[in-house]
């Protein structure tokens, strides 16, 4: 209970943040081209400093705009760093084996691995092993959403080694694999050709 109740505060704050940040790029935006009466440009309000019309939200600095990323299937973007399977195996032990079982067979958290093959079987399995398309989103999703109680908390090194250690227990990758920004994106993931291409939206030709 106050596993979830953390979560959702945790949540609200980070659309707090979202709240402030859009709000202050939106200024930026909007007082690029805005001059008071007397034409003198406004950038005072771009600052975010008390002065500005509407005197909340902050400039984003590019640290906070550091934890604003998603890495697409592709991998563009992915940042620098690596891991391996052994530091991966610290990573999971300390931080993921509380939620998702000493075999990755789940627990409070979902299964991770297995059920390969099984989505269409009646009987579907779900894990990463089974469904994932890409594992560019698993770091992509680790990175931002684990351990569930402290997301963004792994340094980029660990998110590689903890992605190295579960694509290794899924049978994906070799134990010898080093994940990084090149190595990763050439994950070819059991299920990358089970999703339907098309997309399902009717007004999307
Ligand atoms: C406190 C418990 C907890 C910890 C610790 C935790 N997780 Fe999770 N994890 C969860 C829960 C709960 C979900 C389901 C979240 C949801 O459905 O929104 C989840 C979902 C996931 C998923 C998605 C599974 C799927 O098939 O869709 C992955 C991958 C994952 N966790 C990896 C990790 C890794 C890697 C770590 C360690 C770095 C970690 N988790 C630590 C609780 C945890």
């Not at 709000?23 to 406004?42: D, F, K, P, Y």
């Not at 694509?167 to 990758?173: C, F, P, S, T």
Request: glycine share 12%.
């Amino acid at each position: 209970m106050s596993i979830i109740s953390e979560h959702a505060l945790r949540r609200a704050k980070h659309a707090m943040r979202w709240v402030a940040v859009a709000a202050a790029a939106g200024l930026v935006v909007g007082c690029a081209t805005a001059t008071s009466g007397n034409g003198a440009t406004r950038n005072d309000m771009a600052t975010g400093a008390a002065g500005g019309p509407f005197n909340f939200g902050t400039t984003p600095t590019a640290a906070d705009l550091a934890h604003d990323f998603s890495y697409p299937a592709d991998g563009r973007g992915l940042p620098p760093g690596s891991g391996t399977y052994a530091q991966g195996k610290v990573v999971y032990e300390t931080t993921c084996q509380a939620c998702h079982g000493d075999h990755l067979q789940g627990g409070v958290g979902d299964r991770l691995i297995g059920g390969r093959g099984t989505l269409a079987s009646g009987a579907p399995v779900k894990t990463v092993e089974s469904y994932w398309p890409y594992a560019t989103t698993f770091f992509d999703y680790v990175k931002r959403a684990m351990p569930f109680t402290a997301p963004g908390s792994l340094t980029d090194d660990q998110v590689y080694a903890v992605t190295a250690y579960v694509l290794a227990e899924a049978n994906i990758v070799g134990k010898d694999a080093t994940m990084n920004a090149q190595t990763l994106p050439q994950v070819k993931m059991p299920n990358r050709d089970g999703f339907v291409t098309r997309d399902p939206r009717p007004d999307v030709p």
